[in-house]
Structure formats: C-alpha cells, structure tokens
C-alpha cells in the first residue's frame, strides 16, 4: 500500500511518522517552499503527548515546551474562578505540553525528514485536485519549485491534512464557501517574561466578550525567563473579518485601551502588551462540523476534517490523535476503503462534538457564569457558582476530548509497537 498526504503541517507529519512506524510507504506534499517554524502557542495535550512519545518524540517535546501543571480561570477583575491540575499533575501518565508551533512544526519536519528520507516530505507542491480511479487514486498538483508545472502522482489513499482552507475538502464539499468569523479577533505574540504563577500554568481571564490567555511555552533566551504566549481576545461587533494569516503583524495600539487597567498581582498585562514588539491579529473562526469525512479512497484529518475555535487548545492535540487513530484503522484492516470508513463512523463524531462545544465557550464556560451572575466580583465563588456545576463544566468538556486520566492511562494504543 501506498499512502499520499496531503499538507505538512502537524497532522500531516505525524501521519507520515505513523504510517512509516507501521511500515506503510507514504509521501507528503506540502505547498510551503520551505517550512518556517510559524506561529505562536499552541498545546499538546496528554493524549497527543502519548502518541508523540509513542513516536519516539517524547524527549524532545520535553526540551522544547513546557510542562504544564495547572489552569486557572480568573473573572475580569482578577479573582480566582476555578483552577484545575493539568498533565502529570492531573494523573495522567504524560505531561501536557504549552510550546512554540513553529518549533514543533520544525521537529515533526526534522523527524520525518530523517525517518521517511527528503525524497517523501515534498515541499513547494500545492494540491489542486484528486481522481479516484478503480482502486487507485490520483492526485493533480502545481510544482512551485518548478515554474508551476502540474504533475501527478497515484496512491492507494490520500490523506487531507492541509488545513482549515484544505483543498482537499473543498472537492468534496464545493459548496463550503469560506470559513466562520465568529465576531472575535485574537491579538497573539510570544515574548520572554519572568514566569507567573509558578511559571507553569496557563492562565484564561475575563468573560465570552472579552479576555486574556497568557501561558509559557518553553525556556526563555535570558536567564530568568520564560518565552510567553499571550492572547487579548475581544468581540468586534461590527468588523469585517480580517485575512486569516499567521504571520500578520499589527501594531499594539490596535486594542492596547480595552486591556489597559487589566492589571492584576498575578499578571500585569498592559506591561506584557507594551514589551512586545512583534503582535499577530487573528480572526476567531471554524467551520460547520460535516456529516462524512471519509469518501471511498479519500480522507481527512486534523484542521481539514474539523477545525475548531481553539477555546480548549485542541486543535493540535486532536489533529495528533487522528493521524493515529487513522494509523491504526489501517493497521488493522486489509480493506483501506473500509479502514477510512470506520475511522469516520468512529472519530468524526465525538469531534463534530468538541467543535460545537467550542462555540459555547468549551471548558471555560466558568467564566461566562462568573461574570454574568457576579459582574462586579464576588467575595466567595462558592456562592457565585456551586463546586459541582464547576466540575461539571470541567469533566464533561474532558471526556468528550479524550482527557479523562483514567480512559487514557489504561485504553491500549492507537497504533501498538511492532517490537
Ligand atoms: C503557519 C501556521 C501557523 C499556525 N500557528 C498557530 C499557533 O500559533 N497556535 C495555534 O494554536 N495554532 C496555530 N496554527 C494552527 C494549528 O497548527 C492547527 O490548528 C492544528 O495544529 C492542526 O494542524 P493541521 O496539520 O491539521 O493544519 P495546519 O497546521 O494548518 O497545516 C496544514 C498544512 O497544509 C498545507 N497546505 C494547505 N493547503 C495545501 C495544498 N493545497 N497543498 C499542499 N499543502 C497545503 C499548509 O501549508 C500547512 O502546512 C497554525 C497553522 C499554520 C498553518
């Protein structure tokens, strides 16, 4: 069998390393000349930091990120709302990684480069469209390195791993159109800052309309720090929704006023907003969970099967857990048609779930019923929000996302060791 991906980016690589772990050739096409590690924060949670380390990544994950211990919801004024372990800290047998995007994207690239040969990782080719012919399907794609020339290349199964504007789900689904604004910009940056609240938790402030997200994702460059993701995030009622682009930079004064007296003991973020010089604008956007993913020899993973809001920090993660549950189908069925079908029938649903979910705040709904019953603070949250509709705001987001200690700790694995 032969296996073609569509997209480099983290589904697409961890589904080359997969497929290559069970032995199953695989080439990856990816329209970027060149990868650049792009992007800001991004989390890996325990179920995607088992499979990386079942991977054999999970020293390097190590170095590169930061263990996360705790998250903690604040009200706008600062005040505690709900804190949860995170990670090891929570039970699980693997961490939850806060990292840099890029440099994870550089490490499953490095990775795959080394494991499958340059030769399968094929940068500069943009898929434009697929065919699938008897038991064969074939892929049209532009040769960017070479003066755009279309070629084509045959597999037994193409992946589409290539993102919230895949192209390959715009074959299947022409009618799509573009993706979701949801009315939200999210200003983005990554800078080196002294650690805060302990110098591994990922803090979330504020309510629906209006918040800030500040976490560290890795050593700092000077001693002392830590580099530090931080999000402002904001409804604008009456904007257009800006180009989606990763590497847009905005000029502070943009949103500085909104966030200026959001200073608190346990963060000062007008002063983290001014000591940064390079700040990404990005829109809040998904898309309709679809109601098939899989059609015949043809698949999705990752953004291009569900992109998310990224309330929750799943995206990465689950992109991770469908290259391997995916992996698996196929390692265990001789039929590939019927390998992709039963990683829809399975894996589809449960993520149609999260998206949704997504749109009502996800796990962080906390903070939209602290702010809507006690706008002006509270003296015990206690009275604001009952411990056990907290928890189960918590635990239900959880286990739909595959987050629950003792179902992962115990479950077999996705893809099992061949040793
Ligand atoms: C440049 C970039 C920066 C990002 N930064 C962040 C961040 O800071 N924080 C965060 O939480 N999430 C970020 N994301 C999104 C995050 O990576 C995804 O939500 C998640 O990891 C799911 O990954 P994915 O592999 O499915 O999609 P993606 O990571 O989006 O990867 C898709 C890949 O497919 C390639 N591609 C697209 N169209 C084609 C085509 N026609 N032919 C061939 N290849 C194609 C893209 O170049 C890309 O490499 C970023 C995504 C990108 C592309």
Redesign the pocket.
């Known amino acids: 069998m032969q296996v073609m991906v569509?997209?480099?980016?983290?589904?697409?690589l961890t589904m080359a390393l997969s497929l290559h772990q069970i032995g199953v050739p695989v080439r990856v096409?990816?329209?970027?000349r060149e990868v650049a590690p792009?992007?800001?924060?991004?989390n890996i949670q325990p179920n995607a930091v088992r499979e990386l380390t079942e991977l054999g990544l999970g020293q390097d994950l190590a170095a590169l990120g930061t263990a996360t211990q705790a998250l903690s919801f604040f009200n706008k004024h600062g005040q505690l709302v709900w804190t949860e372990k995170r990670g090891r800290e929570a039970g699980f047998d693997w961490p939850q990684y806060s990292i840099h995007?890029?440099k994870l994207q550089v490490m499953l690239t490095e990775a795959t480069r080394a494991r499958l040969g340059s030769a399968n990782l094929r940068t500069g080719?943009?898929?434009?469209s697929f065919e699938q012919r008897g038991d064969k399907v074939v892929a049209r794609?532009r040769d960017r390195r070479n003066g755009d020339a279309v070629i084509e290349d045959e597999a037994d199964i193409l992946v589409g791993?290539?993102?919230?504007?895949?192209?390959v789900r715009h074959q299947l689904y022409p009618q799509e159109g573009e993706p979701q604004f949801a009315q939200q910009i999210l200003w983005?940056a990554a800078i080196d800052t002294a650690p805060f609240l302990g110098g591994a938790t990922m803090a979330v402030a504020g309510h629906f309309h209006q918040r800030v997200i500040a976490y560290p994702i890795g050593p700092g460059t000077k001693p002392g720090t830590l580099l530090t993701n931080w999000i402002a995030q904001m409804t604008v009622p009456d904007r257009a929704p800006p180009r989606e682009d990763?590497?847009r930079k905005v000029p502070k004064e943009r949103f500085f006023d909104a966030f200026k007296d959001w200073r608190y003991d346990w963060l000062d973020m007008p002063a983290l907003i001014e000591a940064t010089d390079e700040i990404f604008e990005f829109p809040l956007v998904d898309r309709n969970p679809i109601d098939r993913w899989s059609f015949g020899r043809v698949t999705l993973?990752?953004?291009?099967a569900h992109?998310t809001q990224?309330t929750g920090s799943q995206?990465?993660s689950q992109?991770i857990v469908d290259a391997r549950i995916l992996t698996g189908e196929l390692l265990r069925q001789t039929d590939p048609v019927a390998a992709l079908a039963h990683y829809d029938a399975t894996r589809r649903p449960p993520m149609n779930d999260v998206t949704l979910r997504n749109r009502n705040f996800g796990p962080e709904a906390a903070l939209q019923l602290a702010e809507e019953r006690a706008p002006q603070g509270f003296v015990d949250i206690d009275d604001v929000i009952p411990r056990a509709e907290m928890e189960e705001i918590s635990s239900s987001f959880q286990k739909i996302a595959g987050l629950d200690p003792k179902l992962l700790n115990e479950r077999a694995s996705f893809v099992p060791s061949r040793a």
Do not use: K, Q, T
Request: hydrophobic share 45%; no cysteine; net charge negative.
């Open positions: 569509i997209g480099g980016g983290i589904s697409g096409y990816e329209a970027a792009l992007g800001v924060g991004i995007r890029g080719h943009v898929f434009e794609l791993a290539d993102g919230i504007h895949s192209a983005r990763w590497s993973i990752g953004d291009a992109p990224p995206a990465g992109a």
